[in-house]
């Protein structure tokens, strides 16, 4: 089973600022890798996929970057709606497993 | 638009069974590998398993196998997540997702379902 980590665990942000997040793999998931927000009490939905391609809906200030082990999501001047948890997934080999998330909250 | 629309909250007691539902529309169900992840209260997504609902072909998670069941009902474009004796550890929410490429086992999840609540207490 490939092993996912995120760092930070929580990074706190100013409004306006920007925000790097981190991801790794403990073996290379080429770039079969996706981004996903989740907002409290609200289903995850999909920001990035293929490590580095926005979907459909994604605002241009979320960029994924990375390939082989490790990833980067990087939020250019945060708006209120960013605040929120942040996971990353593989889909390079079964099972598909997840990050335990990046919180993003307001500093 | 294609949606993924998931059974209401649960309550059962412990060894009871349960099954829930995401009923898919918008697109051709056959085609897209469908998951289920858990998120247990205040954790992270944990990815369950999934299935083609083409020719029923699953994967599990190997530290959930065999403790709950994947299926499809192709003729309502419906996924299934099933549990035979449920313990107070079953407890979280329960998202089903859709493979956003068709066919392909490597693929991102897109959309999700809204999410069913499942609480197992005696």
């Known amino acids: 089973e490939i092993v996912m980590t995120q760092s930070p665990a929580t990074l706190s942000v100013s409004p306006g600022e920007s925000a790097t997040l981190s991801c790794r793999a403990s073996?290379?998931?080429?770039?079969?890798l996706a981004w996903y927000q989740q907002q409290p009490g609200q289903a995850p939905r999909l920001l990035i996929s293929?490590?580095?391609s926005r979907a459909t809906g994604t605002p241009g200030r979320f960029a994924g970057s990375g390939s082989g082990t490790d990833f980067t999501l990087t939020i250019s001047s945060l708006q209120s709606e960013d605040f929120a948890v942040y996971y990353c997934?593989?889909?390079?080999?079964?099972?598909?497993?997840f990050g335990p998330g990046t919180k993003v909250e307001i500093k | 638009e294609v949606l993924l629309v998931q059974s209401g909250a649960e309550v059962r007691k412990p060894g009871e069974t349960l099954k829930i539902s995401c009923r898919a529309s918008?697109?051709?169900?056959?085609?897209?590998?469908v998951g289920w992840v858990r998120q247990m209260p205040g954790k992270g997504l944990e990815w369950m398993g999934i299935?083609?609902?083409?020719?029923?072909?699953?994967r599990y998670s190997p530290s959930l196998q065999g403790q709950v069941t994947i299926s499809v009902d192709k003729s309502i474009s419906t996924a299934y997540l099933q549990w035979n004796s449920l313990t107070a550890s079953d407890s979280a929410m329960y998202y089903c997702?859709?493979?956003?490429?068709?066919?392909?086992?490597?693929?991102?999840?897109?959309?999700w379902g809204q999410g069913t609540l499942v609480i197992v207490s005696s």
């Open positions: 293929g490590a580095s």
């Open positions: 918008g697109y051709n169900f056959n085609n897209h590998w």
């Open positions: 997934q593989q889909y390079s080999k079964w099972p598909h497993t």
């Open positions: 299935i083609y609902p083409g020719d029923s072909e699953t």
């Open positions: 073996h290379s998931v080429y770039s079969n």
């Open positions: 997702a859709r493979h956003r490429m068709q066919y392909g086992e490597y693929s991102s999840f897109d959309p």
